[in-house]
């Protein structure tokens, strides 16, 4: 199955963050070092890690012991019938850093649908998606599958300096209509939406997944380009 991926169409000075992304706080050891969300791998094989986690072969239940925390796991139904399961770890504090992390998990459409059919509780979430609460079976079932792809939300607003600082110059910059910009590093499976007026989102997947992942953000901006010569040319 080819996982869905849908990009968000989502600084302090460094010194100013200083005990957050730029200098990590004490507590964490050479181990939690590890974790830094601009410490991203690839191996020859195209397997991407980071938080100690790769993408495609590392498990819920490896989340769970690296995050120290037991989640949210909740199966979303979306009205034209995409379905996705979504863990959620709120609050967390990995290397010093407080933030928030959502993992995607890497099902088949036939699995996703027999984890629906089996919902325990199912509510709205809006737009016309259902929000499932997942029976008890299919949440131990959960903890030995794969992570498909991981959302990074710090706590600490960043600004351009520090994104540029730790993460290096992107291939590639995105602007959308909102005023938020996606830096795209295709090589690292990353592309961080920078917000002037709230906090970032970082959104890691494997990156021979990349491509189609940002397709409707290229597309979007192709558009905004032609319209924009159409204009000039009238």
């Known amino acids: 199955m080819k996982n869905k991926?849908?990009?968000?169409?989502?600084?302090l000075t460094a010194v100013a963050i200083g005990g957050a992304l730029l200098i990590p706080s004490g507590g964490g050891g050479a181990h939690d070092n590890k974790r830094m969300p601009w410490l991203i791998s690839v191996n020859d094989h195209g397997e991407l890690t980071v938080f100690n986690l790769t993408l495609g072969k590392s498990t819920l239940k490896d989340a769970l012991r690296e995050f120290a925390d037991t989640g949210n796991i909740i199966?979303?139904?979306?009205?034209?019938?995409?379905?996705?399961?979504?863990?959620?770890?709120?609050?967390?504090?990995?290397?010093?850093?407080?933030?928030?992390?959502?993992?995607?998990?890497?099902?088949?459409?036939?699995?996703?649908?027999?984890?629906?059919?089996?919902?325990?509780?199912?509510?709205?979430?809006?737009?016309?998606?259902?929000?499932?609460?997942?029976?008890?079976?299919?949440?131990?079932?959960?903890?030995?599958?794969?992570?498909?792809?991981?959302?990074?939300?710090?706590?600490?607003?960043?600004?351009?300096?520090?994104?540029?600082?730790?993460?290096g110059e992107p291939v590639e910059k995105i602007e959308e209509a909102s005023g938020i910009t996606h830096w795209l590093y295709p090589e690292k499976g990353l592309d961080i939406a920078v917000n002037p007026d709230g906090k970032e989102v970082f959104q890691y997947l494997p990156p021979s997944r990349f491509e189609e992942a940002v397709r409707p953000l290229i597309e979007a901006k192709e558009r905004a380009e032609a319209n924009a010569a159409a204009k000039d040319q009238e």
């Open 5 to 11: 991926v849908f990009l968000s169409v989502l600084l």
């Open 75 to 167: 199966l979303y139904a979306k009205k034209d019938g995409r379905k996705v399961v979504e863990v959620y770890f709120q609050k967390i504090i990995i290397s010093g850093i407080r933030a928030n992390i959502v993992l995607t998990m890497q099902l088949s459409d036939e699995k996703l649908d027999e984890i629906y059919q089996r919902g325990a509780r199912v509510s709205k979430a809006g737009s016309g998606t259902q929000k499932v609460n997942l029976a008890g079976r299919d949440l131990i079932f959960m903890e030995n599958q794969p992570i498909g792809h991981i959302t990074y939300l710090p706590y600490t607003n960043l600004d351009d300096e520090v994104v540029l600082a730790r993460f």
